[in-house]
T-cell receptor
C-alpha cells in the first residue's frame, strides 16, 4: 500500500532564505513521486517528479527534490524563497505499474502551507 | 494546447439535490481521474476512467458515480447531496503510459 507523510503542516521562512519541505513515503512498488503546488483557489501544478531516473530532480521555479530510498524520503528544497512561493505544497506517490499503464491512483500527503515573510 | 477544463467552477446546491460536474481532458489524454479536496480529509481519490471504463475506485459511497465518454470527457455525479459533500472537486488527465497528471482548476461545490 502507498502512503505519504508530510512532516510539517506549516513552514514559515523569510524571503531570500532556504526552503525545506519534508516528505516521507511508503510504497509497495518502486514508486513514482511528485511535488505539486496549489495557490489559493487554483488547481494543482506539478513542480517536479521522480520516476526512477536521477535521484536529484530539478523542477520549475528553482525547486528541487532528492529521492533517498534508504530513508524513504523525498524532501523539497529551494535555495532562496520568493514571495510568490507562498502556497500549499503536496507530496504525492503514484502506483504506476509499468509502461503502457494508466497513471492510477495518486496518494497525497496532507499538505504543507508555506508562508514567506518579506 | 488547452489544459484540463472543469465546469462549472462554482456550484451551490441544497441538501438532497443531485449535481453533475464535467471535465474535459487535455487533447490526446484518455485517462481521467477525480479527487475530492476538503480541509478535514485532504485530497481523496474518487475514481479513474480510461477508454470509457472505470479502472479504479476510491472509498466513497455509491452516491458518487462517474462516467467517461468516447471523446474522453468525463462527468461525475453526486446524488442526494449532504453537507459533507461540500468540497473542491478536482479532475486530472494523463496519457496512457504517461508519468504525470495534469489538473484542472476544480469545481467548488457548496451544499447548503
Amino acid at each position: 500500500a502507498q502512503s505519504v507523510t508530510q512532516l510539517d503542516s506549516h513552514v514559515s521562512v523569510s524571503e531570500g532564505t532556504p526552503v525545506l519541505l519534508r516528505c516521507n513515503y511508503s510504497s509497495s512498488y518502486s514508486p513514482s513521486l511528485f511535488w505539486y503546488v496549489q495557490h489559493p483557489n487554483k488547481g494543482l501544478q506539478l513542480l517536479l517528479k521522480y520516476t526512477s531516473a536521477a535521484t536529484l530532480v530539478k523542477g520549475i521555479n528553482g525547486f528541487e527534490a532528492e529521492f533517498k530510498k534508504s530513508e524513504t524520503s523525498f524532501h523539497l528544497t529551494k535555495p532562496s524563497a520568493h514571495m510568490s512561493d507562498a502556497a500549499e505544497y503536496f507530496c504525492v506517490v503514484s502506483e504506476i505499474q509499468g509502461r503502457g499503464s494508466t497513471l492510477g491512483r495518486l496518494y497525497f500527503g496532507r499538505g504543507t502551507q508555506l508562508t514567506v515573510w518579506p | 494546447k488547452a489544459g484540463v477544463t472543469q465546469t462549472p467552477r462554482y456550484l451551490i446546491k441544497t441538501r438532497g439535490q443531485q449535481v453533475t460536474l464535467s471535465c474535459s481532458p487535455i487533447s490526446g489524454h484518455r485517462s481521467v481521474s477525480w479527487y475530492q479536496q476538503t480541509p478535514g480529509q485532504g485530497l481523496q481519490f474518487l475514481f479513474e476512467y480510461f477508454s470509457e471504463t472505470q479502472r479504479n475506485k476510491g472509498n466513497f459511497p455509491g452516491r458518487f458515480s462517474g462516467r467517461q465518454f468516447s471523446n474522453s470527457r468525463s462527468e461525475m455525479n453526486v446524488s442526494t447531496l449532504e453537507l459533507g459533500d461540500s468540497a473542491l472537486y478536482l479532475c486530472a488527465s494523463s496519457r496512457l503510459g504517461g508519468t504525470e497528471a495534469f489538473f484542472g482548476q476544480g469545481t467548488r461545490l457548496t451544499v447548503v
